[in-house]
């Protein structure tokens, strides 16, 4: 597809479960970004990628949190041991470079129950 | 730190009103200042930008001038249609210019009656 896309779109985890979120960027974009938005609110920038390297992981919240993009494209949020606190919708960014614009995918609503 | 403070919501306006939504923002240096929008069921779509003083972003009929002034970012409509009713978010600095890291406002929700 053209877009930023995101799977799954929902995600019902019971709590101290473990959960993983997929963003495809768009193709050859090579800078991508995480949020996380909890209801009512903005966004809360995570983590950001450069190719394959992760250069910014300042907003990730605890140790729980781990993002990778082996390959310099797909990328993978992981949550482990999830608790009540990380339910939110996740969004991934992508864009060709760091003076053009970032575009959004729909997001990954979390539930942890 | 940085941070963005966006008008309360809901706004409830009736077709062809003026919008305004205010927004204004703490940071350190010059950032750069975006509008984003979201339709519902929709992801965030980059609205309008500007990226220095007395820039004015422009598009789909909204205006936003960036003042360093004020450290205010207002977004502006003349006459709002049913198709403006979104979540609308002010969001402030990010990489260079594009937004990818940014602070985002929590949003102001607008809802256009007919």
């Known amino acids: 597809g053209a877009g930023v896309s995101q799977s799954p779109r929902y995600k019902v985890a019971k709590r101290g479960q473990d959960v993983a979120l997929r963003c495809d960027p768009i193709s050859g974009h090579v800078s991508l970004f995480w949020y996380q938005q909890a209801l009512g609110q903005g966004p809360e920038f995570l983590t950001y990628?450069?190719?394959?390297?992760?250069?910014?992981k300042s907003g990730l919240p605890s140790d729980r949190f781990f993002a990778e993009r082996p390959e310099g494209s797909v990328s993978t949020l992981k949550i482990q041991r999830t608790q009540q606190e990380d339910s939110a919708v996740y969004l991934c960014?992508?864009?060709?470079?760091?003076?053009?614009?970032?575009?959004f995918g729909q997001g990954t609503r979390l539930t942890v129950v | 730190g940085n941070s963005v403070t966006q008008m309360e919501g809901p706004v409830t306006l009736s077709e062809e009103a003026f919008l305004t939504i205010n927004c204004t923002y703490t940071?350190?240096?010059?950032?750069?200042l975006f509008w984003y929008v979201q339709y519902p069921g929709e992801g965030l779509q980059l609205l309008l930008k500007a990226t220095k003083a007395d820039d004015k972003g422009s598009n789909k009929g909204f205006e936003a001038t960036y003042r360093k002034e004020t450290t205010s970012f207002h977004l502006e409509k003349g006459s709002v249609q049913v198709s403006d009713s979104a979540v609308y978010f002010c969001?402030?600095?990010?990489?260079?210019?594009?937004?990818?890291?940014?602070?985002f406002g929590d949003g102001t929700t607008l809802t256009v009656k007919p």
């Open positions: 960014a992508s864009s060709s470079d760091l003076n053009t614009e970032a575009f």
């Open positions: 990628f450069q190719n394959e390297a992760q250069l910014d």
């Open positions: 940071a350190t240096g010059y950032p750069s």
């Open positions: 969001a402030l600095g990010g990489y260079n210019t594009n937004a990818g890291k940014s602070t």
